[in-house]
């Protein structure tokens, strides 16, 4: 398979801007390309079929009567060249008919219900808060709640004496790094996984793993001509936030035929081409587990991402959000355990190599994705570099310190012998097995379905099956200014309620076409609808 890539050029002021080696059908769809051309913003609700007519929910008003000091053509041009494919026109209109089918007008739509698909949201698609992480939040926000035993075990009673020694109040602001105490705890954490001493003057506690990401893409990009190397597919956030810093985003691809594995020649490549054109390439994302992809990097990749970096200078920045989400016996491996490994085993040649990896309360089994709590941990950065990411974390104040608490509790959960282990426990492996089984199903009903391939889900919460898109089908896509897996999408949405997003929102081989869905929502009702429509999509559309 030929991997085409392109330049995508955007202008501002006279210049030009180069998003190195994203495929060049990402510059051409205005409704699903990470990086636009134009600012404007199609409306949600603009392509709806005509045969959902839904009640208007906004009202118009011309900008020839209303006189603003802001325009879309006035603001950060940066703002408009950024997009994030995951919220973007599909799930936009998803929102449409949540609020048709809530305000009783689900007769005229050919479903029942709307499955957002489309992003990791665990507790928006019922999975259960852990009993014992709530309980502690719990006395965190009313403190008098500690004094009663009747309610709550010893341990979580316990456990909340020990936050709010540390924190003193969930409403007062923290350290600006994050409460000390907590960072002591995610250092075990770290040590307790990988064999190595972590620091907790090295972690940072943040609001999510994308907080980290903000404050350290700001802090890597001195320029637009700074150049960071992103994997494809990816998470929008990463192209989104060096949009929204006028840097350069690298491309480099994911071989899915080998389980969407790293592939050290097309880096190597990837940063050669990007260095040639004059850009300083200072950084390499990996997401592990893969976002959108759902694989594990086994220790060779990692090795051979390390070595990449070593070689060139780059700083490593490891997304590992997902690292409790493996399934099927597959092991993770940290970016840290096999650096240190490597720095033991071949003492001088990667002692220099600097590593930032990211973690969340957000995903793995915890799924607290509105309480914002999340880290990272600097491997060997500089010293002086390290001040000015503190000055930097610093005008923000202080990330939420309820989310820091439940950092603490996702690293440090209940062990063994403790009141509320059991409990623990069973929740636990209840929301672990319900992942697992239904990312089975759900790879199972893509390998019934004809033209789709997907890969066996190893991890993360996703699956991102390609599909074969009839001729027809593209034509017709191309004749409403869609890409083809866009048009699939929202062909899906609008007659089944299920949300997903397409590959094209990711970046993907020039002529393949996915989409990414979760494994999330409950039951299996939505997939037979998926399934239904996928051949109802191809009958109408076969040559």
């Excluded at 994302?285 to 070595?307: A, F, Q, Y």
């Excluded at 509320?420 to 209840?430: G, I, T």
Aim: contains cysteine.
């Amino acid at each position: 398979m030929t991997m085409t890539t392109g330049c995508v050029r955007l202008s501002r002021g006279g210049s030009s801007r180069s998003i190195i080696g994203l495929p060049q059908s990402l510059s051409r769809n205005a409704g699903s390309v990470i990086f636009r051309r134009s600012g404007v913003v199609p409306s949600p609700t603009a392509n709806l079929h005509h045969y959902h007519r839904l009640p208007s929910t906004s009202r118009s008003m011309t900008n020839s009567t209303v006189h603003r000091a802001l325009n879309a053509k006035n603001i950060n041009p940066n703002i408009l060249k950024a997009q994030y494919a995951v919220r973007g026109e599909i799930a936009v209109r998803s929102e449409e008919y949540r609020k048709a089918l809530q305000a009783g007008a689900g007769h005229r739509l050919p479903f029942h219900s709307v499955i957002s698909a489309n992003i990791g949201n665990p507790q928006q698609l019922d999975q259960k808060p852990i009993t014992f992480f709530r309980q502690v939040l719990s006395i965190m926000e009313y403190p008098a709640l500690i004094e009663h035993e009747e309610i709550f075990p010893e341990d979580v009673r316990e456990r909340a004496r020990v936050l709010l020694e540390d924190v003193g109040s969930v409403g007062a602001y923290s350290q600006s790094q994050g409460a000390y105490g907590i960072r002591k705890s995610v250092a075990n954490f770290i040590k307790e996984r990988d064999g190595f001493e972590a620091n907790p003057d090295d972690i940072f506690l943040t609001g999510g793993a994308s907080a980290g990401v903000h404050t350290l893409l700001n802090t890597i990009c001195a320029s637009r001509n700074t150049g960071v190397l992103i994997p494809i597919p990816q998470y929008p956030l990463y192209t989104a936030t060096l949009a929204l810093l006028d840097a350069t985003a690298v491309s480099y691809h994911l071989n899915e035929e080998q389980k969407w594995s790293t592939n050290v020649e097309l880096i190597e490549t990837a940063r050669q081409n990007a260095a040639d054109n004059g850009t300083d390439v200072r950084c390499i994302c990996v997401i592990n587990p893969g976002n959108p992809t759902g694989s594990s990097l086994s220790v060779e990749d990692i090795k051979g991402v390390i070595r990449i970096a070593a070689k060139n200078h780059l700083v490593i920045m490891a997304d590992e959000v997902y690292q409790t989400n493996v399934y099927d016996g597959v092991e993770f491996h940290s970016f840290k355990k096999v650096l240190r490994t490597l720095q033991r085993e071949e003492p001088g040649r990667y002692d220099h190599v600097e590593l930032v990896s990211l973690h969340s309360t957000s995903k793995g089994i915890v799924g607290e994705c509105g309480h914002r709590g999340g880290y990272f941990e600097l491997v060997n950065f500089d010293p002086e570099v390290k001040a000015q990411i503190y000055k930097l974390v610093s005008i923000t104040l202080c990330p939420p310190v309820i989310g820091q608490c439940l950092v603490e509790l996702m690293v440090n959960p209940p062990k063994e012998g403790e009141p509320s282990w059991e409990l623990y426990n069973k929740e636990r492996n209840h929301i672990f097995n319900g992942l697992e089984s239904r990312a089975k199903a759900l790879y199972q009903a893509f390998k019934d379905m004809t033209g789709v391939s997907c890969q066996n889900p190893d991890g993360a919460m996703y699956l991102f099956p390609s599909i074969t898109i009839p001729e027809k089908a593209q034509a017709e896509a191309r004749s409403l200014g869609k890409q083809p897996d866009e048009f699939y999408c929202l062909k899906m949405l609008d007659a089944t309620g299920i949300c997903v997003v397409p590959g094209s929102g990711f970046g993907q081989v020039e002529g393949t076409w996915h989409f990414r869905t979760t494994f999330l929502p409950p039951g299996t009702e939505w997939v037979d609808r998926l399934k239904k429509f996928h051949e109802g999509f191809m009958k109408e559309y076969s040559d």
